[in-house]
């Protein structure tokens, strides 16, 4: 079996590099032109804690599915003149499951990121 080689410009490797760097996780940090780390962290809190008041944690508890599943086989006994009793498949109960989320994390997390924004923080590529 021949092999063949392929050989890319450096242009060309720059976009191929390019585009699996945009596909893959990228990462975020705050940064601020003139605050510290302690800052950022004071600054966070302060945040989390006025969103906390806005929009505090509200637990809800959704059910999913559940109940008796009814097979489809039925068997019947035959007799001389045709059909006698039939029986179908016991049916088998499947518990549902129970999940809990917070409907209040998604705004509360936006208005932390909003509050540090207004204080000058900016969110970057992590390096």
């Not at 003149?81 to 809990?100: A, L, M, N």
Request: aromatic share 12%.
């Amino acid at each position: 079996m021949k092999t063949r080689q392929i050989l890319l410009s450096p242009a060309m490797l720059g976009l191929v590099v390019g585009l699996l760097a945009l596909g893959g996780c990228q990462r975020y940090e705050w940064t601020h032109p003139t605050r510290s780390l302690s800052d950022f962290g004071r600054d966070k809190l302060s945040c989390e804690r006025e969103a906390s008041r806005h929009y505090p944690v509200y637990p809800v508890t959704t059910v999913e599915g559940g109940g008796f599943i009814y097979g489809h086989s039925r068997f019947c006994s035959r007799t001389r003149h045709g059909f006698g009793s039939c029986f179908y498949e016991e049916p088998i109960y499947v518990p549902p499951t129970y999940s809990t989320r917070d409907v209040n994390e998604t705004p509360r997390n936006q208005m932390v990121e909003s509050c540090l924004f207004s204080k000058g923080y900016q969110l970057v590529p992590a390096k």
